[in-house]
């Protein structure tokens, strides 16, 4: 009977530590070495169109008359850029997405070093994805599903997939499964309503970033099962813009450093900020590499993120 006894508290405590070792959180660790489970966290780079918005004047950043008067000039202005950035995302091992609207690939493509750079970019780690600015946009893409496109007076190129199909011509032989689209469910590409498979979409704006703008965007993705089997994921981005209305880009920083410590081991930490934002403001995007550095995290793609995601983690 005694020995049930013993046997009984032996059981419940063995419960009781298991419970505690398997939902408590990081910062409650009492072993020195104890090693915290590293966070779900990526980085996703919008290179935006410089189409629409080149033509009417109406780009977010200014860039000098000779590039505005140039085709892909908002493309050929910011190389050297994103090559920068990517060169800074290697020194630390880290894995970005790399979402291009169509005239970023079909600048690249024009160039053999420009395209076997993006080919050591991929096997560096980096994710080649899509990114699509609808009509509604002011920098729109040209590319639309939507017949209103026809009546612009800015030329029409094609429809949604044909944009697409410049990116993964770029992307091969890697597949491009992951994207930002906007105009949505107008403008989602009849290749990805039709494909089985697995397809990841981010989302998540400046206004669904901050408190003050009203509801923030749940960190937690979920995932739909198509009929056809594929698996198609929500992911949330935090956007990290230089050009916010009411922060300025370190004080956006810091909210979502103090964010990020206190997330849940179920949620993903993305932040999304544009190729033009990294010009601007280079060094706040480099502390915030330096922050996941210093946390012990790494960032992964999208795409490695939700390959490693767990559903099933127990909510603290
Ligand atoms: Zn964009």
Redesign the pocket.
Known sequence: MERENKLKIFSIWFLLSFIFIGCGSSSQSTTANDSKQSKYTFVMI?F?AGYQGRLNNDLPIDIPQEYMNMDLGWQAYLFDTAKKLVQKADSYGFHLTLAF?PQWAEYILLDDAKVNLVKQWQKNGHEIAF?H?SIN?P?WNGYSNDPLALNSTTPFLGNVDKGLNIIRNLALPANVTTAMI?GLPIDMPQSYEDTSDSLIFAGGNQYSSFAQYGQLRSLKPHKIIKNNGAEVTFVTHRQLTSILNNYTVDEALNIFKTEYNNMQNDEIYGVVF?CYDYLVAEETYNDWFEFIKNNNDTIKTIHEVIADYKYDIPIQ
């Open positions: 919008h935006e609207n990114h600015h946009h920098d906007s544009h």
